[in-house]
Every structure is written in C-alpha cells, then in structure tokens.
C-alpha cells in the first residue's frame, strides 16, 4: 500500500500560500480601491472554499470517531449511515493515501450542514443590507476570478503538503475535522457580520481585521495544532473529538454454499426512488424545509410584502437542497448495497463488499432470530426481493433489491430452524 506522496512535502510553502491568500485583501485596498463590502465578499467566498476542502481532507482521516458519544443529528437519513457502516478504504491514483467511505457521511454532512446556513444567510443578509452582493459588480472579471483562484488554489496547498505530506491523516479522526472546519465558519463569519457594522470606517480599520484573521489563521496551521488546539477548544464545550479503531473482520474460511450478488443497476434505481419516495419526503416534513416555509409564511401573512423576498430565500434554498440531497442519497444507498456479495455458510451467512474487498458483517445463524422476505412498491417495480434479518442483539441486517432473493431467503430460513 502506498501511503506516500510522490514529492516531498514542504513546510513552508502552504504556510506561504496561506499568508499571501490572506493578506490579498491589502493590495487591494491599495491599488484596487477595495471596501468593507469587498473583504465581507472574498470572506464569504472563503468559507465556501474552506468547507470544500474540509471536507476533501475528511475523506483520508484514519481514525473514525465513536457515534455514540458524538453530538449528532439523531435522524438516521441526516447522519447517511449507509457511508458510516461502511468497512474498508479505496487507493486512489497519484501516490496519495487512501480513502475511506465511511468518512463521507461526515463530509457529505459539513458540506449539507455548512451549504444550506450559507445559502439562506447569504440571500437573506443581502435585503437586509447586511451583506452587499453589488459589490461583486464593482469588480472585473478577471479581478474576482484571481481572487477566487488564490482562496482555492492556496487551501488546496495546505491540504496536500500539511494535512497529506505531512501524514496528519493518521492523527485525526473525521469528527475531529469536522469540528474545526465548524469553527472556522463561526469565526470568519462573525467576522463578517462585524464588517456589515463598521463599513464606514477608516482603511485601519479594514487592515485590523484583515491582520486578526492572519492571526487565526496562523493559528490554526501550526505545527502540532491537530491535538493541541481541539483539546482546548472542544472541551470548554464538552464535545471534545473522540476516536475509536476501524473495525476489520476477518473472511470465514471455507468455500460458500450459495453466493449471490446484487444488481448494481437495479440497486441504483431503487436507490433514487427510495430518495424520492420516502427520504427526501421525511427530510421535508420533519426537517429543515418544512417548518422554515411554514415561518415565511407566517412572516409574510403578518408584515405584508415587504417579505416577500423570504419566499425566494426558501424557493432557491429548496431547488439547492433537492439537488444536492437526492444524488448523495441515492450514493449513499448504491454504496451500501451495489457492490454487496453474500455468502451462505454452513452455519453464517457473510456480507462482502467486492467495492472495498472487504467483509462486511457476518452473522451465525443461531444468533438470528426472524428472517422476513419483503416486497415493496420498488422492489415490486424492479422484481427483486428484500430479505431482513433480525438478531438477538436488536440490530436489524438488510439484503437488498435480490433478483433471487425468494431462492436465498428459503435456504437460509431453512437452515434457521
């Protein structure tokens, strides 16, 4: 396995790219005649860019974090457990270290969780006169997109010569990650709310701001920040990063009676109905979206027009959220089924991810205690099966869209009794 980058990582040059990104914002005061609505714009556009690669690096993290003493979404659609339960990592070309699926539940969620806040502030901010989309006019084409290449460019810098080439991957956890990319969010964007009230101030005003944030940022790249900095800060909250080994179960010795494999286009049909039929509904009603349309409502029904902007804020925030939720929904459920071999054993049943070429689970038959075959309205539509398996320990083991599925839930009801 190839754990290392083809070059050597440096130490100063993502610290360089970080310092020059970052102090951007004074050549333009100078030479670009650049404003307080100008700097809360680049920063805006940073938490976009950090949140992204936040949530790349989330993907290399070694260490997985317990979920059960994590402060988490209790909602099961909301967590993407079909990544979490995920077992084993892909390589990736380029020399660099591998992946691990089961981080993309937390990515997907720092992504999800941090894109729909930015997207209802950013429209809701702009009426509000908090926050000045005209500013983007003021600036050429060019201009805005060197400024967006640098933030982009220079975080990507950081990400593989610190976080990569200096192997930090094997040091945190996904949850660990994921909580400072959060506090990143919550600084820069506190940042930007206090510029909404001191945009008349002089330039000095606009160079202390742009110094406190290369303070920050300094901060959170030292060396030795990853265990340091989270213990610190994560504690005064009570949520501090905790991490537990991967699991890794060994293959049954022996050959399989019966194997059978799911049918990956089969699964990745069910897999958008089931994104449409019945996650995306639950998101919708129990959610996010349905008590916030509910409140624009209340809001414009009470004040008048004047608010009729929030009907937009929700129409695009509905239009972004559907379009990013069902394909990640739809992955998420072809990532847990589509690649999925099961194996009957004269005494287990295994379930093997061709994927990630690693066992899943096993499961002895004496520990099962009912074997159900199910036939839904999309399984009904494919003309496969479903086979559940339920064992003493309350966990409950999903077979999913079988195109054999009554010939395999006969042997193994069989071999139960």
Known sequence: MNRSLNAKPSTTRPLLALILTTLLPLMGLAFLNWHFGTLQL???????????????????????????????????????????????ELEIAGGYPPVYPRNASTAVRLLLGGAVPLVILSLALDPLGWLSFGALTKLSTVTMLFVAGCCFVSRGIVVREASLGRRQF??????????????YFLFVGGLVLLMAADRASPPTIFV????????????????????KHWNRVTRYFRDEPNWIEPTCIESPEGKPSIEISANRETVARA???????????KYWYYGLLGPLWVVSFAGILAVGSDLWWMAGVMAITTVVLTVAFVPVKTAEYVAEYGHMTYRVYDDEIVGYDEWLTEVQWRLEFRDVTEISIQQGRIDRRLGTRTIELETKDGRRIRLANLPEGHAIHEDVKHRIR
Do not use: N
């Open 208 to 227: 202390l701001f742009v110094l406190v944030k290369l303070g920050y940022e300094l901060l959170r790249h030292r060396p030795g920040r990853i265990p």
């Open 271 to 281: 897999g958008v109905a089931r994104a449409f039929l019945s996650d995306l509904m």
């Open 170 to 183: 094997e040091r945190v956890s996904d949850l660990g990650l994921y909580q400072q990319a959060g506090q």
């Open 42 to 88: 680049l920063y805006w556009l940073e938490i976009w860019t950090v949140l992204f690669w936040s949530a790349v690096e989330i993907l290399f993290a070694e260490r997985t974090h317990d979920p059960t003493k994590a402060l988490a979404l209790e909602d099961e659609v909301l967590q993407f457990e079909g990544f979490r339960r995920k077992i084993g």
